[in-house]
C-alpha cells in the first residue's frame, strides 16, 4: 500500500503533549503580532517614488525575454497540476505535482485511517464490554451427550483455509495500515522498515491464494444463506438476547449477514488487491486517455482506499464473529473442529434445523464425526 | 559477531554437519537392515516391480482418484511448488552459488510468484485436512504437526524477507532454515530421501511374485 513517506501525523494521533505546543506557540505568535504590529503598520507602506510594476528577481520567464506570468504564477499551475513537455509520452509523465494525490493522502491519513481504527478498537471494546457482563453464552440445558453431524469436512476446510489467510492477511495488512503511526514509534525506524517490508511481501504473496479462498467459502456456503422471514423473526428477538427464543434454520441472521458480509468485502478486497499488485495490466476499458494523471494511479489510488475500508470493515465483522465462534458462546468451535455440535446447543440455536436432523443425533461421537467427515450432513 | 554472521556462519555449518551425518546415518541403517531371505521361485522381474511401484504410486491408481484426489493435488502442488522454489529460486541460486560455484538460471519472479502460491495454498490445505479429518487426525502425531509447521515458518521467513533488503530477515530466514536442517534427520521429513526406497522395496518384493501392489 501507497503511503507518503513526509506526511504529516494526523489529529487524531496528537497527544495532550502536543496539543499543549500548539496553544504555546500559538500563544507566542500572538504575542510576536502584537508586539510587532506598530512597527509594521509604519513600514508596510511604500515610498511615493518607488516603482510597482517591476518583476521580481529570478530566472527568465518561460515563454518569452520579456515574459508576461511571474514565477509565483507558473509554480502555482504547476502545485494545480498542469502539464508541460516531457521526452517520456506516458500519460502524467509532463505533470510534476499531481493534485490528486495530496487529495487522495488527506482522505486517507485524515478520514480512512482514523475511522478504520477507531472502529476496530470499538469493535474490541464493545467484545470486552460484552464478554464482562454477560459472560460465555452457556447451553442453557447442559450437554445431552449426542451429538449431530453440522459442517462436512469440505466446509471445515475451505472454512479453515478462509481463516487461515484472513489471520495473514490482516496481521500484514494492519501493519501496513497503522504501523507508521502506531509502531514506527514503539520500535523504531529500523526494525519498522524490516517488519513493514516483511508484511508487504507476505500481503502481497497470500493475496492471491486469499483470492481463491474467499471464491471457494462463497461457492460452500452459499446455499442455506438466503434469508428468510424467519431471518426478520429472529432480528426482532434480538437472536433470543431481547427474551424469548428466536428460531433459526441452519444459519440465523447474524451468520447470514456474516456470509454476505465477508463474501461482499473480500470481493472488494479482491478487485482492489488486484489492480494494486497489477496495475501495468488493466483491462483494456479502463485504459481511458488522460494527459495529466495516468489511469492506473487514479484507479490505485481509489484503489487503495477501498482496501483499506473493506479490510476495517471485514476485520472488524471477523472479530465479532471469532468471539461467538470460541470464548463467546459455548458449543460453537467444536461444529467447525469436528464437524458436529451437541444435541441441546442445536436446540437452543438452530431449532428449525435441528428439527429435520434430530433423526441423526448420536451418543457415539466418533461415529457422528466421520459422517459429517463424509458430507453426511 | 551479528546475528546475520552468527546465522551465515557457525550455526550454518552446525546445521549442515548435523543434517549430512544425520541423513547418512539414518539411511544406512535403513539400508543395513537388509531383506529376509525369499526361497521362491521369481515369477517376475523384482526390478521391474520396483520401478512400476515407484511409478504408480505417483498417481492415483486403482479407481481410488475421487478418494485421493484431494491429496493428489494439494500434495504435487506443495511438493512442486517447494522443491521450485529450493532450487529455482534467485536468492537460494546465488546463495548455492556461493557455497559451491555452481550456478543455473534462476525463476522469473512471476515464476517464483506461482511456485509460492502453490507450495503454500497445497501446505495450508494438507495440514488443515490433518486436522480435520477424524482419522486423520487420530493417525496424527507431534512429529507430524512439528514438521508442517516448520516447513511453513521456513517457506513464510523466506518470502517475507524477499525484498533483499533488511539483513534481520535474512538472518530470521536462515535460522528457521538451520532449525528444520536440525530437525530434518529425527523425523518423518526424512521421506525427502527414504520414499523411493520405500516404495521400491515394496515394489520388488512384490514384483518378484508377480503381484502389482
Known sequence: ?377 | MSFLQLTQGPLWYLASAVFVIGVAWRLIGLLRLGRGPDRSVARRSGVAGALKAIALHSVPHGGNLKRTIYHFVTGYGFHLGLFTLLFFAAPHVAFIKGLTGLSWTPLPRWGFLIAAEAAFAGLILMWLRRMTDPVMRRLSDADDHIATWLVFIVMLTGCLALQEAHDSLRALHLLCVEALMIYFPFSRLMHAFTFLVARAYTGATYGRRGVTP
Open chain 1, 1 to 377: 500500500m501507497m503511503t507518503n513517506p513526509i506526511a504529516p501525523k494526523t489529529a487524531h494521533l496528537a497527544g495532550p503533549g502536543l496539543l499543549a505546543g500548539v496553544l504555546a506557540l500559538l500563544a507566542a505568535l500572538l504575542l510576536t503580532l502584537a508586539l510587532a504590529a506598530p512597527a509594521m503598520a509604519q513600514t508596510v507602506r511604500p515610498p511615493a517614488n518607488a516603482t510597482t510594476n517591476v518583476l521580481p528577481p529570478g530566472p527568465e520567464m518561460r515563454g518569452g525575454v520579456l515574459g508576461n506570468r511571474s514565477d509565483g504564477a507558473i509554480w502555482h499551475d504547476i502545485r494545480k497540476g498542469a502539464a508541460g513537455e516531457s521526452q517520456d509520452l506516458r500519460a502524467g509523465s509532463g505533470v510534476l505535482i499531481q493534485s490528486q494525490g495530496e487529495d487522495w493522502r488527506l482522505i486517507r491519513n485524515q478520514w480512512v485511517l482514523p475511522i478504520a481504527w477507531k472502529v476496530l478498537a470499538g469493535v474490541l471494546a464493545v467484545l470486552i464490554v460484552f464478554f464482562a457482563l454477560r459472560g460465555r453464552i452457556r447451553i442453557r440445558g447442559g450437554r445431552s451427550g449426542r451429538v449431530i453431524p453440522r459442517f462436512s469436512l469440505v466446509e471445515r476446510v475451505v472454512h479453515w483455509f478462509v481463516a487461515s489467510l484472513f489471520i495473514l492477511m490482516g496481521i500484514t495488512g494492519l501493519i501496513i495500515l497503522f504501523g507508521r503511526p502506531f509502531l514506527l514509534p514503539l520500535i523504531g525506524p529500523g526494525a519498522f522498515a524490516a517488519l513493514a517490508s516483511a508484511s508487504l511481501q507476505g500481503h502481497n504473496l497470500f493475496g492471491p491464494i486469499f483470492i481463491v479462498s474467499i471464491t471457494a467459502l462463497f461457492v460452500t456456503f452459499a446455499r442455506g444463506n438466503g434469508f428468510r422471514w424467519v431471518d426478520l423473526k429472529w432480528l426482532l428477538k434480538g437472536g433470543g438476547m431481547l427474551g424469548g427464543h428466536a428460531s433459526s434454520g441452519r444459519y440465523n441472521f447474524g451468520e447470514k449477514t456474516w456470509f454476505w458480509w465477508a463474501s461482499l468485502c473480500g470481493l472488494a478486497l479482491s478487485l482492489s488487491g488486484l489492480l494494486l499488485l497489477f496495475p501495468d495490466h488493466l483491462p483494456g476499458f479502463l485504459q481511458t486517455a488522460s494527459a495529466e494523471v495516468p489511469p492506473e494511479r487514479t484507479l490505485m489510488q481509489w484503489a487503495t482506499l477501498v482496501h483499506a475500508v473493506a479490510a476495517a470493515a471485514f476485520i472488524g465483522f471477523g472479530l465479532g464473529h471469532i468471539y461467538l465462534g470460541t470464548i463467546g458462546m459455548e458449543g460453537a468451535l467444536e461444529g467447525m473442529t469436528r464437524g458436529t455440535v451437541d444435541e441441546t446447543w442445536a436446540k437452543e440455536h438452530h431449532d428449525l434445523w435441528y428439527e429435520d436432523h434430530k433423526a441423526a443425533a448420536s451418543a457415539n461421537a466418533s461415529r457422528a464425526e466421520v459422517r459429517a467427515a463424509a458430507g453426511d450432513v
